[in-house]
C-alpha cells in the first residue's frame, strides 16, 4: 500500500527558526494532509494539498507537493515553543483508506 | 460542539476477553475510521467506512471487527484479545474526501 514516510524522525530547533519536514509516499494519491498531535492526544489537521496543487499557505505553515517525486514538504516559519508536536503525513487513494507515515518529532526551544 | 467521542479513554484488561471501544460523532460526517498507534510506526488504520453498512479494512484489520448501523457511530470490537492488540486508539471522522477530525484516544493495555 503507498505510504507516507516523513524525514527527519526528530528536529530540535530554537524558537524564531524555520522548521522543514518531509514526507515521503509511493503511490498515486488523491490529496496528501498533514496533521499535528501533541504528546499522546489526538491528531489535528493542519493543512490538506490536493494533487493537482504544488504549493499551500496557512499562517506560518507552508506545504509543497511534488508528485513526480512522489514527496512533500511542511514548512513553518519562525517557529514557537508552542509548535512542538509530532506532524505527520497521511495519503489516501482511491479508496478512503489513508496512510500515515511514523511522524516528525518537532522541539522547538525558548 | 462538534466532536468525536470515544469511550472508554483508558482500558485495562486480560486476554480473551471481548471489549468494545465505542465511536461517536456528531458532525453527520459519512466517512470513519479507526486507527492504531504504536511507537515507531505512527497511525495505521484498521477499518473505515464510507457510509451506513458499508465497511472496509484497512493495513492492520486483523483481531479486530466493526459495524456501522447509524451514521453516527462506529465501534472497534475485538472478540478475543490479545497482548499484541495493546495500543493507543484512534477514532477519527469526515465529509467524505476531507480532512478527518479525530477522537481523543483509547489507550488499551490487554494482559
Known amino acids: 500500500s503507498q505510504q507516507g514516510e516523513e524525514d527527519p524522525q526528530a528536529l530540535s530547533i530554537q524558537e524564531g527558526e524555520n522548521a522543514t519536514m518531509n514526507c515521503s509516499y509511493k503511490?498515486?494519491?488523491?490529496?496528501l494532509q498533514w496533521y499535528r498531535q501533541n504528546s499522546g492526544r489526538g491528531l489535528v489537521h493542519l493543512i490538506l494539498?490536493?494533487?493537482?496543487?504544488r504549493e499551500k499557505h496557512s499562517g506560518r505553515l507552508r506545504v509543497t507537493l511534488d508528485t513526480s517525486k512522489k514527496s512533500s514538504s511542511l514548512l513553518i516559519t519562525a517557529s514557537r515553543a508552542a509548535d512542538t508536536a509530532s506532524y505527520f503525513c497521511?495519503?489516501?487513494?482511491?479508496?478512503?483508506?489513508?496512510?500515515f507515515g511514523p511522524g516528525t518529532r518537532l522541539s522547538v526551544l525558548p | 460542539e462538534a466532536q468525536v467521542t470515544q469511550n472508554p479513554r483508558y482500558l485495562i484488561t486480560v486476554t480473551g476477553k471481548k471489549l468494545t471501544v465505542t465511536c461517536s460523532q456528531n458532525?453527520?460526517?459519512?466517512?470513519m475510521s479507526w486507527y492504531r498507534q504504536d511507537p515507531g510506526l505512527g497511525l495505521r488504520q484498521i477499518y473505515y467506512?464510507?457510509?451506513?453498512?458499508?465497511?472496509d479494512k484497512g493495513d492492520v484489520p486483523e483481531g479486530y471487527k466493526v459495524s456501522r448501523k447509524e451514521k453516527r457511530n462506529f465501534p472497534l470490537i475485538l472478540e478475543s484479545p490479545s497482548p499484541n492488540q495493546t495500543s493507543l486508539y484512534f477514532c477519527?471522522?469526515?465529509?467524505?474526501?476531507?480532512?478527518?477530525?479525530f477522537g481523543d484516544g483509547t489507550r488499551l493495555s490487554i494482559l
Open positions: 477519527a471522522s469526515s465529509p467524505g474526501n476531507q480532512p478527518q477530525h
Open positions: 503511490t498515486s494519491i488523491n490529496n
Open positions: 494539498i490536493r494533487s493537482n496543487e
Open positions: 497521511a495519503t489516501d487513494g482511491y479508496g478512503q483508506n489513508f496512510v
Open positions: 458532525m453527520n460526517h459519512e466517512y
Open positions: 467506512s464510507m457510509n451506513v453498512e458499508v465497511t
